[in-house]
């Protein structure tokens, strides 16, 4: 990042570095999490009984 004697390209220049960044945060808060995996029934259900239904459905039954 050069530094000018222009005040006004010094003013400029600071405003897109924080658009910039500003951009970056956005795109980085908008990605979603891992999803989190299951190897087993007992794994999951040891976790939360209530898993189950947010998973496989409103009928599922532990």
């Known amino acids: 990042m050069a530094i ?3 005040p006004f390209a ?3 220049l600071s405003i897109t570095t924080q658009y910039k960044d ?3 945060g956005v795109e980085e808060a908008q990605k979603k999490p891992q999803r989190k995996m299951y190897h087993s029934m007992d794994a999951m259900l040891k976790e939360c009984v ?7 459905g ?5």
């Open 50 to 56: 209530f898993l189950g239904a947010t998973r496989f």
């Open 58 to 62: 409103t009928n599922y039954i532990a």
């Open 22 to 24: 500003t951009q970056t």
């Open 4 to 6: 000018s004697t222009n």
């Open 10 to 12: 010094n003013y400029t």
